[in-house]
């Protein structure tokens, strides 16, 4: 692999799980170490640099490197820590003032004819939102969710990697985030956090 990491990203932009895993297992500790440094936090900076992997991949068709790889995830990972804790102050912002709201005013159980029609929408969006997943990520995700298979059990019975099926089910559940964000935000709302 060149400094750059061209050659590596270009076989990840082609989909190549390998190659993939290679630059998790390369990098993972050091941009770990990064994020805890910026937010304190060992499992935040765990979860952002899992973020970040989890956008690359997803978006690796969209992504310009102009400069190195290492160069281009370093400053991922500080841009996310640095956002993390801008969100984080507006969500605490946010959480403050939606407990002046009576939730009470909003029934939520199976009773709730709104509340039914809610839970359709919300279990179209997933089968429609796993169904677009690709081939070996959903895989993954259904022998997990399904089978309730361990992330070794998964890894064993496909030939790949614990790391691998790890990062996968986090793009897996990625996606099933954004696509059920709105849904996620109301039942905060209707729910009273």
């Not at 190549?16 to 990098?27: H, I, Q, R, S, T």
């Not at 990064?34 to 935040?44: E, L, Q, R, S, T």
């Not at 765990?46 to 969209?62: G, M, P």
Request: net charge neutral; hydrophobic share 45%; proline share 2%.
């Amino acid at each position: 692999m060149e400094d750059s990491g061209f050659d590596l990203f270009n076989k990840i932009r082609q989909g190549d799980l390998a190659a993939f895993e290679l630059l998790y297992k390369k990098y993972y500790v050091y941009l770990r170490l990064i994020a805890a440094h910026i937010v304190k936090n060992p499992d935040d900076a765990e979860e952002i640099v899992s973020d970040v992997f989890v956008k690359l991949w997803n978006n690796r068709n969209e992504i310009i490197i102009s400069t190195s790889l290492k160069a281009y995830i370093i400053k991922a990972v500080q841009n996310t820590s640095i956002n993390y804790l801008e969100k984080n102050k507006l969500a605490a912002s946010l959480i403050e003032s939606l407990t002046t709201f009576d939730c009470s005013l909003l029934s939520w159980d199976s009773d709730y004819p709104l509340g039914q029609l809610y839970e359709k929408d919300i279990q179209k969006i997933m089968i429609r939102c796993i169904n677009v997943l690709p081939e070996g990520c959903r895989k993954i995700f259904l022998l997990s969710r399904n089978e309730d298979l361990t992330y070794s059990d998964i890894a064993r019975e496909l030939g790949i990697s614990v790391n691998t099926v790890k990062m996968q089910i986090k793009i897996a559940l990625a996606r099933l985030r954004e696509a059920l964000k709105d849904y996620i935000n109301l039942l905060l709302l209707l729910k009273g956090l």
